[in-house]
């Protein structure tokens, strides 16, 4: 497949659904994961401060951690991109579907709606006792680690090592990308499951699978079509 049949084909589509990774908030200046840790934080490894265990053994430490980025995600503004997704979710109605490892909520930002956050969000936090979810107040307010209006102390609201994704979140996903026309599969590396599986689920139902990543990946073999750019500039060619 050529960029002419991979357009055709997704302007054709009926149902889209997409996988969205760290690629595409990294023009929005979003550090990944890993690359958070960074000056004092540096003497850390993620998995020291993204797990249950750190949690419960340091909630003070977690939480000064996680509202630093929660600090940086909210200076952040979402790019053409994710406009570009709530473009393509306009054109397709009911037939569209997002899917985001992302925790920055740039794409809601953005003026997607027809999503689900995989991984969580950076912008709430999760009642300890009830698990529900609430707004995080602005940064420049926020006292850690917080509590909620019921008066329990809050967690972040992401997915930590450790820890099953939502099921509900999980299944919306893999029933979207099985009936998909075609999938877009952006800004991700392809190694962190189950995201990385979704793909297969439109590949095994004959659909058309349309990467968009500037270097290859592990998904790249199976892939309709790849696209080696940005995911700005990737989505710009599909669209046009």
Known sequence: MKLPEAR?????????????????????????????QTGHWARFKPEDLASPEAYWRDPELVWEWYAGRYRDVMKAQPNEGHRLLAQLERQKGDGFFLATQNVDGLHARAGSTRLVELHGNLTSGRDEKTGE???????DTLQTPPVSPNGNRMRPNVVWFGEYLSEDALEAAADAFAAADVAL???????????????????????????????????????????RETASKGLALLLE
């Open 8 to 36: 055709a084909a997704l302007s054709a589509a009926q149902r889209v659904a997409v996988l969205t990774g760290a690629g595409i908030s990294a023009e929005s200046g979003i550090p990944t994961f890993r690359d958070a």
């Open 133 to 139: 979810t609430f707004a995080l107040a602005a940064p």
């Open 185 to 227: 599969v952006i800004g991700t590396s392809g190694v962190v499951y189950p995201a990385a599986g979704l793909a297969f689920e439109t590949l095994g139902q004959g659909g058309v699978v349309i990467e968009i990543n500037p270097t290859p990946t592990d998904l790249t073999p199976q892939m309709s079509f790849s696209l």
